[in-house]
T-cell receptor
Framework: DAKTTQPPSMDCAEGRAANLPCNHS???????VYWYRQIHSQGPQYIIH???NNETNEMASLIITEDRKSSTLILPHATLRDTAVYYC??????????????FGKGTLLTVNP | GAGVSQSPSNKVTEKGKDVELRCDPI?????LYWYRQSLGQGLEFLIY????????KSGLPSDRFSAERTGGSVSTLTIQRTQQEDSAVYLC?????????????FGSGTRLTVV
């Protein structure tokens, strides 16, 4: 399985964009990049996923580099409620045990007032 | 319901007792997963159910752990003869299918404390 590297923690001012990086230099061609977050005392929450094109939804944007070895999750206007641990995960499109999500330690994003 | 429901939300049990944890997935979701999160650790895969197929039990840590999914809906995770190292948050998730192109929806978990 491809592994991901994320900074252990980041700070962001409320109302500003939060840019969370993730390195996945050994990603395979059939692997997607997924982002989840976990707010304290809650289960993980799916945010977004992508293969090679940039993606945007109501929660965030995902920017994947052309070589697919890294990506950035962007929260355009961070709020205090966005304080959470953010996990970057790679998993195969299909086959084998692609349902086994491998969560690393993630990035603790703290949004400050 | 709108989300994945787990019960109880908290459970304190004595070492050696058996416990049952329940998960109600989102209606129509054919795939169901159990994960475990120990204090300060990442999520650990336990078991996966998909429709009527045989479950993938490869993540269960010992034979004291078992899980069922009745009628393709509700699932129960049972831990027999609990040990202190079983203390963790047990998370259930469901998805529309195998999850190939979908995110999983997680419940809020059951916090199990073995004393």
């Amino acid at each position: 399985d491809a592994k991901t590297t994320q900074p252990p923690s980041m700070d962001c001012a409320e109302g500003r964009a939060a840019n969370l990086p993730c390195n996945h230099s050994t990603i395979s061609g059939n692997e997607y990049v997924y982002w989840y977050r976990q707010i304290h005392s809650q289960g993980p929450q799916y945010i977004i996923h992508g293969l090679k094109n940039n993606e945007t939804n109501e929660m965030a944007s995902l920017i994947i580099t052309e070589d697919r070895k890294s990506s950035t999750l962007i929260l355009p206007h961070a709020t205090l409620r966005d304080t959470a641990v953010y996990y970057c995960i790679v998993r195969p499109y299909s086959g084998g045990s692609n349902y086994k999500l491998t969560f690393g330690k993630g990035t603790l994003l703290t949004v400050n007032p | 319901g709108a989300g994945v429901s787990q019960s109880p939300s908290n459970k304190v049990t004595e070492k050696g007792k058996d416990v049952e944890l329940r998960c109600d997935p989102i209606s129509g979701h054919t795939a169901l997963y159990w994960y475990r999160q120990s204090l300060g650790q990442g999520l650990e895969f336990l078991i996966y159910f998909q429709g009527n197929s045989a479950p993938d039990k490869s993540g269960l840590p010992s034979d004291r752990f078992s899980a069922e999914r009745t009628g393709g809906s509700v699932s129960t995770l049972t831990i027999q003869r609990t040990q202190q190292e079983d203390s963790a948050v047990y998370l259930c998730a469901s998805s529309v299918n195998r999850g190939r192109n979908y995110g999983y929806t997680f419940g809020s978990g059951t916090r199990l404390t073995v004393v």
